[in-house]
């Protein structure tokens, strides 16, 4: 097998990033002792670093890639891919897709884009799987790109960021006003398995630490409708069941809705419901869906950002929007 970056980098005890910097021959500064250790590890693993990446800028495809966590089923997904076709087709562009769901694809994904797929990649990646290593060695090679992410990005990617532990946090103190003390969290696999709360489930907690509620009622559910349905209904069944649930998304929320009318509670009286995305589906729950999201669905200025890079002349600096988040208060609470 073919010695990969990683172990370069394991094996000098530095960063991919640094790795990608000293064999592209990029102009980044690098130590001599930090370089020499670099060299002295590829050699000793026999790497050599992939042509076709160190050549991605000079190289055009016409193509794009949209790289998501999963296909299908993510409405918000959906939208940031029909706008990304629309401006791609404008410009003589065609879009392939990667999935991007566990380690291994995260990293296949990655040695496809080094390999020259496309001219720029927009990445829409929730999870772990996509570290700041992998995102760095694409910089490293030249890759124009853009991240919808709150963590760290290298430089030279443009971020789009969201403030959601701020406005789930809103949501949660609604429901603590309403007199609601029993809230579940319904929670993405990927939220629930960190060393500490990020995100949604970061501002579950700060608003219950807040206002002193100490019941914690932490669980999964939120990644499918049905695993929604399912776990609401357990949790209704229970003697202490829950008064609020508070769902990491509006699919999963409207589920809970659906698993409360039939056992037999009333929405929002005997159970108070809130998810996150702002769909239009919450539109026509019954009653409409409280939630946490975008005031609008349109991703023309995210799409825009990576055409900009494509035709600039000269890569410019990383850029960074936040798309503002509000909640939404509507019947479900």
């Not at 370089?35 to 800028?57: C, E, F, H, I």
């Not at 700041?132 to 694409?138: I, K, Q, S, T, Y």
Request: charge should be neutral; charged fraction near 25%.
């Amino acid at each position: 097998m073919r010695p990969t970056a990683r172990q370069v980098a394991e094996l000098a005890n530095v960063s991919v990033a640094t790795v990608s910097y000293v064999l592209s021959g990029r102009d980044r500064p690098v130590g001599a002792e930090t370089r020499k250790r670099v060299l002295d590890a590829a050699k000793q693993l026999g790497y050599t670093p992939n042509q076709a990446a160190r050549s991605l800028r000079r190289r055009s495809t016409q193509r794009v890639c949209l790289v998501l966590g999963s296909l299908g089923g993510v409405p918000a997904d959906e939208r940031l891919a029909a706008d990304l076709h629309d401006m791609a087709d404008a410009r003589g562009y065609s879009v392939v897709t990667l999935a991007v769901y566990s380690p291994a694809r995260a990293r296949s994904a990655v040695d496809v884009l080094l390999g020259g797929i496309a001219d720029g990649a927009l990445f829409n990646v929730t999870g772990d799987h996509l570290t700041g290593d992998l995102l760095a060695e694409l910089a490293a090679a030249g890759l124009p790109m853009v991240a919808l992410r709150n963590e760290e990005v290298p430089e030279g990617c443009d971020v789009v960021r969201t403030p959601e532990t701020e406005a789930c946090a809103e949501a949660v103190e609604h429901l603590v006003a309403g007199g609601r003390r029993r809230i579940a969290f319904m929670g993405q696999r990927y939220e629930l398995y960190r060393d500490r709360p990020v995100g949604r489930l970061l501002g579950y907690t700060t608003a219950l630490d807040r206002h002193g509620v100490t019941d914690r009622i932490i669980t999964s559910g939120a990644d499918d409708r049905v695993s929604a349905y399912q776990t609401a209904a357990e949790l209704l069944r229970s003697p202490d069941r829950p008064d609020a649930v508070f769902a990491a998304s509006d699919r999963a929320a409207i589920s809970v809705i659906w698993a409360a009318r039939d056992a037999g509670l009333r929405i929002p009286e005997d159970l108070a419901v809130v998810g996150v995305g702002n769909i239009d589906e919450g539109l026509i729950s019954n009653p409409q869906l409280s939630t946490v999201g975008p005031l609008r669905h349109d991703y023309t200025d995210v799409v825009r950002l990576l055409f900009d890079r494509l035709q600039a002349e000269e890569p410019p600096p990383g850029r960074e929007i936040v798309r503002p988040w509000r909640f939404l208060r509507r019947g479900s609470s």
